[in-house]
């Protein structure tokens, strides 16, 4: 069966700080994946997707950047991070097989 | 005009009672529907997804989809104290960009 995992579960910076989030999915190759970010109260917006490594989209103009090392890692940064950039961030994947997608646990940023 | 319009609720109903949960959406080219319970402070977990118009029912839950209204609903029977927790509806148009269009979530409260 396929397993995500985000880390960390929870994360607490200063702005102008940078960041570093990873995401691995086990049990699957070749995954689509996400990165949303879910505001408290708000609904999800897709901040970047991939269909395989290398090939990264980016849905949202802002300083979070995003990069596919490997087949199943996925990783969202920033160099500098703003008050703006707190949240939950989830990570998420589906295959290219079939059409539903399933989420981490999600990474807590707040950014003091 | 939003492509998915949900009520964000919040909804409370007595344990037992029937619960009736819905999304209208504006592109007819969505093709795939699914339905996702999020708990507080957890990644969304995938509940149901149907790829026509008609019913699909899973133990106490049933999705229905109809493409004319363009209005998707899942229905939840018998609710449990448990079953607390926002709801969102999220779609897809398989037409191979592999991005999800999502509904800012219901919340659902069912009081013991």
């Known amino acids: 069966s396929q397993t995500i995992h985000q880390w960390p579960a929870t994360l607490v910076q200063p702005v102008g700080s940078p960041l570093s989030l990873e995401c691995t999915v086990e049990?699957?190759?070749?995954?689509?994946l996400y990165w949303y970010r879910q505001a408290a109260g708000r609904g999800l917006q897709l901040l970047f997707y991939?269909?395989?490594?290398?090939?990264i989209s980016s849905e949202v103009p802002q300083n979070l950047s995003a990069s596919r090392p490997q087949d199943r890692q996925f990783i969202l940064s920033s160099k500098k991070l703003l008050l703006s950039d707190s949240g939950f961030y989830l990570c998420?994947?589906?295959?290219?097989?079939?059409?539903?997608?399933?989420f981490g646990p999600g990474t807590r940023l707040t950014v003091t | 005009q939003k492509e998915v319009e949900q009520d964000p609720g919040p909804l409370s109903v007595p344990e037992g009672a029937i619960v009736s949960l819905n999304c209208t959406y504006s592109?007819?080219?969505?093709?795939?529907f699914m339905w996702y319970r999020q708990y507080s402070r957890k990644g969304p977990e995938l509940l149901m997804y149907t790829y026509s118009s008609g019913n699909k029912e899973d133990g106490r839950f049933t999705a229905q989809v109809d493409k004319s209204s363009k209005y998707i609903s899942l229905f939840i029977r018998d609710s449990q104290p448990s079953d607390s927790a926002t709801y969102l509806c999220?779609?897809?148009?398989?037409?191979?960009?592999?991005?999800?269009?999502f509904g800012t979530g219901t919340r659902l409260k069912v009081l013991a």
């Open positions: 999220a779609m897809e148009d398989t037409s191979g960009t592999y991005k999800y269009i």
């Open positions: 592109n007819s080219a969505f093709q795939y």
């Open positions: 049990g699957t190759s070749n995954p689509n």
């Open positions: 991939s269909v395989g490594i290398g090939q």
């Open positions: 998420a994947w589906s295959s290219h097989a079939a059409y539903e997608q399933y």
